[in-house]
């Protein structure tokens, strides 16, 4: 069976400092990695989205990158943090063959102060 | 435009009650999926169903049912005899084939109480 990791699962930073944050997918090859950001008490938005090593696409201009170094690894980076990064942001993958239905991890609470 | 309305923001019923949580979508795609997430208060999204849009049948899976709509764009989702555990917010979702985007709608909390 497949799971999906994040860590750390709670983060607080300095406005300024750089970000770094971890998704794993384990129990699959090749799939589709997601990157959400979801506002206190609000829905989800997709931040960025990669079907393969190295590929990526963004889906909203911000201070935030993503990075795909291996096949089931997915990074959520950043320079300088600001306050309106603070969130939940949650990783999740799919299968490549279908694509539609994705799979969310357990999420990383971020904090910037 | 594809979007997806929940409009019920949060609910509260009494524990064995029933409730219906609401979802509207609109997409001018002749194919699309629908799909239903929860999310309990550790924050994780947990996967509870998808439905094709050539499939109109309706699915019950223990205390949940959905009622899927295409003449009213609507895919609703009842929970029969609530539970406390079924304290959550619930993300109703549109997806298209062969893409990357879920369009997820502004979800509803649903507050169970003894």
């Known amino acids: 069976s497949q799971t999906i990791h994040q860590w750390p699962a709670t983060l607080v930073q300095p406005v300024g400092s750089p970000l770094s944050l971890e998704c794993t997918v384990e129990?699959?090859?090749?799939?589709?990695l997601y990157w959400y950001r979801q506002a206190a008490g609000r829905g989800l938005q997709l931040l960025f989205y990669s079907v393969g090593i190295g590929q990526i696409s963004s889906e909203v201009p911000q201070n935030l990158s993503a990075s795909r170094p291996q096949d089931r690894q997915f990074i959520l980076s950043s320079k300088k943090l600001l306050l309106s990064d603070s969130g939940f942001y949650l990783c999740?993958?799919?299968?490549?063959?279908?694509?539609?239905?994705?799979?969310f991890g357990p999420g990383t609470r971020l904090l910037v102060l | 435009a594809q979007k997806v309305t929940q409009a019920q923001t949060e609910i509260s019923v009494v524990e064995k009650e029933d409730v219906t949580l609401d979802c509207v979508y609109e997409?001018?795609?002749?194919?699309?999926?629908l799909f239903w997430y929860k999310q309990p208060p550790s924050g994780e999204l947990v996967f509870l169903i998808r439905?094709?849009?050539?499939?109109?049948q309706n699915e019950i899976s223990g205390r949940y049912s959905w009622n899927f709509q295409k003449s009213t764009s609507s895919f609703n989702f009842t929970i029969t005899a609530s539970q406390v555990v079924d304290s959550a917010v619930y993300f109703c979702?549109?997806?298209?084939?062969?893409?990357?985007?879920?369009?997820f709608g502004t979800g509803t909390r649903l507050q169970v109480f003894p």
């Open positions: 997409t001018r795609d002749t194919t699309y999926y």
């Open positions: 979702a549109l997806g298209r084939p062969n893409t990357d985007k879920l369009i």
């Open positions: 439905r094709n849009s050539f499939d109109e």
């Open positions: 129990g699959t090859s090749n799939p589709n």
């Open positions: 999740a993958w799919s299968f490549l063959a279908t694509q539609e239905t994705q799979y």
